[in-house]
């Protein structure tokens, strides 16, 4: 009986251990990053390659600092993203700014995918992508994304030179 239960202990071991360790290795992706000139405006492009939605991102700059102006973009790979100091303009709206509590990085959504369709002619309007557009009073050198998947916090640091 106690060869049962330990038995029955060393798999449920193995399976959270395993579980974690997909989920660790597998967390959202960065890719694009760009900045406008005086670096107080920039783009961080995010996605998900796990199997579920990563919902709950929370975004700093520099030293810990709120920013002063931040929303997501939500474009398609065709279009990409626009770098801008201003969210409501004309042009602004054509790249689905939204406020980051609303949005949700649905799965299949990562950089390097959409990266390789690029590369491969395949891109379509289809394609989401989604970019973190923040905006500061001063220049932008550190973006911090934090994010919870699976019950697992994540924090992505991104430099600006």
């Known amino acids: 009986m106690k060869k049962k239960i ?24 960065i890719g694009t990053l760009a900045s ?5 405006s920039v783009v961080v492009g995010i996605g998900n390659k796990g199997f579920l939605e990563v919902k709950n991102l929370d975004v700093s ?9 931040l929303k997501v973009q939500k474009s398609d790979a065709v279009q990409g993203f ?12 054509k790249y689905g700014f939204k406020n980051i509590g609303d949005i949700v990085l649905k799965k299949g959504t990562a950089p390097s995918s959409y990266f390789n369709k690029l590369d491969d002619g395949t891109a379509t309007k289809d394609d989401e992508i989604y970019g973190v557009s ?28």
Do not use: C
Not at 61 to 69: F, L, Q
């Open 6 to 29: 330990w038995f029955s202990v060393l798999i449920l071991v193995i399976v959270i251990g395993g579980l974690y360790s997909l989920v660790k290795f597998n967390p959202p992706e």
């Open 36 to 40: 406008s000139e005086d670096k107080k």
């Open 61 to 69: 700059v520099n030293n810990n600092e709120k920013p002063s102006k």
């Open 82 to 93: 626009i770098i801008t100091d201003d969210f409501e303009n004309q042009e602004s709206e």
């Open 134 to 161: 923040v905006i500061h009073h001063e220049a932008i050198f550190k973006v911090d994304i934090r994010y919870s998947y699976l019950g697992i916090s994540f924090n992505e640091t991104v430099f600006f030179n």
